[in-house]
């Protein structure tokens, strides 16, 4: 084990994926020299030559489809986003292209290509770079959707998305950078798709939440413990694959769930979640599934309003009361 | 340079696209084919030459319009027809249909039914050869239509900067759907844009097997010299409305009649008589093979099996299935 | 009123709207001297001259953004997609910038655009040209999200949405163009955004659906009345403003829903609806909300797969039925 | 030509943008002032000259970088800083930040913070324009990283196809973030690639106001004759990091110090003084006004109400405002 912070881990898992495989090489603005402007890539252009570690223009289209052929044709890109809300730019490669190639094609070729970076709040950049949008890529089909809230995960979950044959959507979080932990030194270990992490057992209502609100909800969940209340939280840590086995088994226990997500609660992924709870376990709820989300509302630049936006670390302990009908 | 065997393969490739998408059209027309269909007929010279020059090794990226481009990158007719039909046993089992049909055994890294789409794909297979360091080349299909979509742009700045093996085809039909190329165009020669990514640009008569030819080889010298990409603009023009029923209000009889008489088949093939390169009985000869190649593919596809419904969810992903 | 197909009422309104309001004009791929390739611009041309009828190249981010820009400088912009599907290309226009720009300027700015086309299954036009992408418009902020299921809500819907002054994402559906139904010739007639329409009055359960299901649902609920099944149909009309209150309302009577729509399930418009179901009238439910969209799977190009991806119009009765638990 | 009052304009608008940035960098450094702050000092020339030519009603739109192009405009000082600081009193009532100011009433259709974003966005400017018969002139400011966007290709295709009043200023500062522009961009010259849409392409000394107002007068006046855009690039360098806080590995002291030296403000002041235009004192006097235009400004800013979280909802839509 040692310590690092989610972008050191991510740092080392893409060298070392590139150390063991020469097909892997990762692209993106100002990746090369300058390392990545949250530091993702320092040093991999010394390491691996201008080859493999390539900066792009500003053409977030052109080098995510770039992405795609180079995928069709043996290699294993990764690609940075400096920010998810410039996928946009590029939803076309991604979504029309990266994601449906393979199924058109009748299985006749494969797209393992990564595209990752990081989203959210948290530094201030107002409106068009500061959204989630994971919930976008949940909905159209062909895309893996990973979501790492801590460093170990990033590096598990980054080591299976850059093995896997498929396009991996792999949304960091900018507020999740410099967070430190345990990682596992094995070069090898990485964290299978479709497993969702149970942070902390408890029997009196189940949490589902990923990215920042995951320290949250233990957080809360300390200060619940004090007057009795017993949370279960459940990262999903994939949205596709998503791990339904885990959170149905949960909820069957504790009879009441609270989703909460950076994201827009509006179509966002916890109204697939809330929904399929209901689908699968109707008689076994003992409340209606709440879902915490942003507000229908661009994220505004002030820091007070951003902070209106997003639901805050209490608004857990709140739901979680509501749904015990604790007033 | 076309010596006289591949002279001769250019133009049995030109004559499988036109006999292969004549029978595509009479099985639209009547029933047996449905969804979108777009014939390169008139323009066969393009991808027939281009690909003369191409292995097997070599990637393409097609269009919309891309059955020439599958056929002349060696794809077999009988999977290709029988993918039209969105039958099990086409290129795509089905599940792609004439505007996805790919084959990556030939290098044909596929069709895309977004203008422009293929730009930056095609850029991608040019970076793994590159990365590779084989000696692959790739050459982009697209319209005129597509030389305004910001993929153009943005891929062919990329393969500029990075010197990739790449040829740009730019297929000008004089029109996208209904629209002139003078009416969201501005430029009269495409080419002309190459100078925004300062690599070379050549317009050329894409109905010329020579003309096409002679910028194709140097752009495929210039490529695996490693001194980066060419933007070729082939001027040619689509006998066939758009989509079959396209009403075609945007030109007149005359001016099609007068494409057709610039039929790159039929020059073809009096340049073989003219020059005594092959006779008569020859051709005549070609023609019945190709025919009968083409009645088989058809043949084929019909008696091919529909995808069974119970497979739909693979492919989706390598792995997972059921969700 | 008059008979009038889909494609003809979509037409007849944005004729009118020019005529009343300079403002307003149209462009779009081949919506000029072709008339768009589905008629609905049919004529525009001639009567309104080539500055407000303007065909563009095959640039979607290009023109989506110079409506914008149109519509920030005081025109009403309509936005031909030829195909929705298509809006991956201008998705930076339309969620980065039209969706934004209002709420990130601090109100001064309006975007009065109509960004309108065609979507949905039934032509054999596979995977790039056949998806509903409504959803990824209902989740993120700043755009209204329209479906209109008949000629009449066409045009009722098409003023409202010419008259807006925010940006509105109009879903034609491609297999409902050559619908016909009655239109009101009133040249004010429209419908207002955020009602829902009640289809049909039932008692047992609530079908929520729109475009081609609303028909579906109408001919399934025939079968159920048979067998004594009585089953209210609602078509929410928009889903970004949504009429919580008319499905909540019914839910309530019913006890039972089932959301029908041919995007994909998985995060999904559906997902949403159910989710606010529960949260809003879970002491009333009878079982559970219960969710029909299509396959998590790309649109294929085979008839009968293209069948087996989206819900069946008997898919509906076997929903109902199950809500109702009857085997 | 310009004469000397509008002269004297360009020369306070570069001061009052410098002094203006000054202060925010000392707020930012001082941690008064969050999010993304992109300094345009060094840069002034550009913005200064090309918006003295403009009236309120003629339009722009601007980018990450954009507080030069909002003060040239016409911007009040007060409000910019009020929005930089997030204050309810700003351009965008603190909702938007440096990134996203817009001034309408100055014509000032809004910075963006997506590179390359606003280019269609002021295609779309100059189109109201052209439709509703206006004589107004739009300008789209962006960067040279800007170029390569699909949108830039896009944006000035359809600008000239439709012969739209509109002047695209490419503003070269040699770097996109750490990348050199001849590590993104293919041609050496971005005005270059005005060739791809037919249209006079210009490149000029960014730092010297008289050849940006020559190239600027010559577009803007065939813009009002209907004869379509033009697009000049202007060569210019940031003194500062791309954010602050930048360790600019991509750029050596010296080279900075070098351009500090073609500083646009001292070049002009020294011209003031040689051409004995202005004397010591006046220019002197000057700068005392703009400085305390400065201070005010951040005054007021720091003063300013923060917004009320309550009003989170509004503007979202010109109705709605519950969900
Ligand atoms: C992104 C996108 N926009 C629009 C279309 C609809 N469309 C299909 S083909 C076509 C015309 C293409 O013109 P061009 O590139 O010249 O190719 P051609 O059909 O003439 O061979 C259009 C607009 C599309 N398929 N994709
Ligand atoms: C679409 C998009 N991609 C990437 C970025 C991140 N980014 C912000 S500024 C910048 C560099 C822009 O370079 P240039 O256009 O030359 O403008 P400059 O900053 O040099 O003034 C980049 C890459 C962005 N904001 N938007
Ligand atoms: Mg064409
Ligand atoms: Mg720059």
């Known amino acids: 084990m040692s310590i690092k912070t989610y972008s050191q881990a991510i740092k080392d898992v893409i060298a070392e994926e590139m150390r ?36 792009t223009p500003i053409s977030e289209a052109g080098f995510v489809g770039a992405g795609v052929g180079a995928a069709s044709c043996g290699l294993r890109p990764i690609v940075e986003l400096m920010y998810m809300d410039f996928a946009y730019l590029a939803m076309d490669q991604i979504l029309n292209q990266a994601a449906k190639i393979r199924y058109m094609f009748g299985g006749n070729v494969k797209i393992p290509m990564v595209i990752r970076g990081q989203q959210g709040i948290g530094r201030g950049n107002a409106g068009q770079h500061s959204q989630s949008v994971e919930s976008l890529f949940m909905h159209i089909p062909g895309v893996k959707v990973v979501m790492p809230s801590s460093p170990s995960e990033a590096a598990g979950l980054l080591r299976t998305a850059i093995r896997d044959d498929n396009p991996v959507m792999f949304f960091e979080h900018k507020a999740l950078y410099a967070t430190k932990g345990e990682v596992p030194d094995d070069p090898e270990y990485s964290i299978p798709f479709g497993k969702a992490n149970i942070i902390r057992e408890g029997k009196d209502a189940t949490v589902i939440c990923s990215h920042l609100y995951v320290q949250k909800a233990l957080n809360e969940a300390e200060k619940l413990a004090k007057k009795n209340i017993d949370i279960e939280i459940i990262d999903p840590r994939t949205l596709i694959p998503f791990d339904k086995t885990t959170i149905i088994k949960s909820v069957k226990k504790t009879g009441r769930a609270i989703i909460v997500h950076e994201a827009h609660k509006i179509a966002g992924w916890g109204a697939e979640i809330a929904a399929t709870i209901m689908e699968e376990a109707f008689e076994y709820l003992d409340a209606p599934v709440l879902r915490l989300g942003a507000k229908h509302c661009t994220l505004p630049f002030n820091l007070g309003l951003e902070n209106a936006v997003v639901p805050q670390q209490e608004d857990i302990s709140k739901a979680v009361k509501k749904t015990l009908y604790i007033s | 340079m076309i010596d006289k065997e591949r002279l001769i393969w250019i133009y049995k490739t030109m004559l499988r696209i036109r006999k292969f998408e004549e029978r595509a059209l009479s099985l639209f027309e009547s029933d047996k084919l449905r969804g979108s269909v777009h014939l390169y007929i008139g323009e066969e010279a393009i991808a027939a030459t281009v690909c003369s020059l191409l292995r097997d090794t070599d990637y393409i990226t097609s269009t919309h319009r891309g059955h020439g481009h599958c056929i002349a990158k060696g794809g077999d007719l009988k999977k290709a027809m029988a993918e039209l039909m969105g039958k099990e046993t086409g290129f795509c089992k089905g599940r792609g249909g004439s505007m996805h049909i790919v084959d990556m055994s030939k290098g044909n890294l596929g069709a895309n039914a977004i203008v422009g789409g293929g730009i930056p794909i095609a850029v991608g297979g040019a970076l793994a050869a590159s990365i590779k360091k084989t000696d692959q080349v790739t050459v982009s299909f697209f319209g005129d239509g597509a030389s305004n979509q910001g993929t153009f742009h943005e891929g062919i700045n990329l393969a500029a900067i990075w010197k990739l093996p790449i040829i740009f085809v730019c297929e000008n039909n004089e029109f996208g759907i209904s629209v002139p190329v003078k009416q969201s165009t501005s430029v009269k020669d495409i080419s002309v844009r190459s100078k925004s990514y300062d690599i070379p640009g050549h317009t050329v008569n894409g109905n010329d097997v020579f003309e096409i030819n002679k910028v194709m080889e140097e752009a495929i010298a210039r490529a695996k010299k490693g001194e980066g990409p060419t933007l070729i603009e082939c001027k040619t023009y689509r006998w066939f409305g758009h ?39 020859e051709l005549d000869e070609i023609e019945k093979v190709i025919d009968k190649e083409a009645d088989d593919a058809v043949e084929f596809a019909i008696n091919s099996p529909e995808p069974d419904p119970s497979t739909v969810m693979e492919n989706v992903f390598t792995d997972i299935v059921n969700f």
Chains 1, 3 share one sequence.
């Open chain 2, 243 to 281: 989509w079959i029923g396209d009403p075609q209000l945007y030109r007149t009889k005359d001016e099609v009649e007068a494409w057709k008489e610039k039929c790159p088949i039929k020059t073809l093939k009096k340049y073989f008589l003219d020059e005594k390169e092959l006779s008569k009985n």
């Open chain 1, 20 to 55: 063991k495989d020469d097909a892997v090489f990762i692209m993106g603005e100002d990746i090369a020299e300058a390392g990545g402007i949250f530091t993702c890539t320092k040093g991999l252009l010394k390491e691996f030559g201008s080859e493999r570690v390539r900066n």
